[in-house]
């Protein structure tokens, strides 16, 4: 089943569209922790390969910069209203954030997406960080990602410190 048919594990919806927190896998997997904070399984480092290519072809190897103090991940939707809602928030955080070294990235892992679609999007939304696409959704099963939009904090060792939502609104 792919990631476009899965129900979303906030409002119980299927993500056609329809959804206000689209889901990213089907809701038995379960969120990385039941209050969107860092789950006790995530002291443990989440791979040594976390990687992807953006928008623009440039690959990235998220966390692994020892000088970078934690790496933001931001899953996000092209047709989810609070993804793109917050979009403009987490591009002034990314340019806040950039003068501390975090590095920002934001991964849009739909399967029914092309690159074009994606290209687009992030060139209309002026996403301001690197937007790494991945259809096969390969970040969001190794971050755990179950919605969207959702921020994946990992520290220096790659290990995940916070996972849940981007702030406190919905």
């Known amino acids: 089943r792919g990631l476009g048919a899965t129900r979303c594990g906030r409002c119980g919806a299927t993500s056609a569209g329809r959804c206000a927190r689209r889901a990213l896998r089907p809701p038995s997997v379960g969120p990385v922790a039941a209050d969107d904070k860092v789950a006790n399984e995530s002291t ?3 791979s040594s390969r976390l990687s992807g290519t953006d ?3 440039r690959f990235h190897r998220l ?3 020892p000088q970078c103090p934690a790496t933001v991940v931001v899953f996000l939707a092209t047709e989810c209203p609070i993804s793109n809602e917050s979009v403009p928030g987490l591009t002034r955080m990314a340019a806040a954030y950039a003068k501390r070294q975090v590095q920002f990235f934001g991964v849009i892992s739909d399967q029914t997406l092309a690159r ?3 290209l687009r999007h992030r060139d209309e939304f002026r996403i301001g960080f690197p937007v ?4 096969a959704g390969e970040l969001a099963r ?3 990602a179950t919605h969207t939009p959702q921020a994946v904090v990992l520290d ?3 290990r995940i410190v916070y996972s ?3 702030d406190d609104r919905y």
């Open 116 to 118: 074009a679609d994606a």
């Open 44 to 46: 443990a480092r989440v």
């Open 132 to 135: 790494l696409f991945d259809p």
């Open 142 to 144: 190794q971050l755990r």
């Open 156 to 158: 220096p060792d790659g």
């Open 164 to 166: 849940g939502a981007i």
């Open 55 to 57: 928008l623009d072809g």
């Open 63 to 65: 966390g692994e910069n």
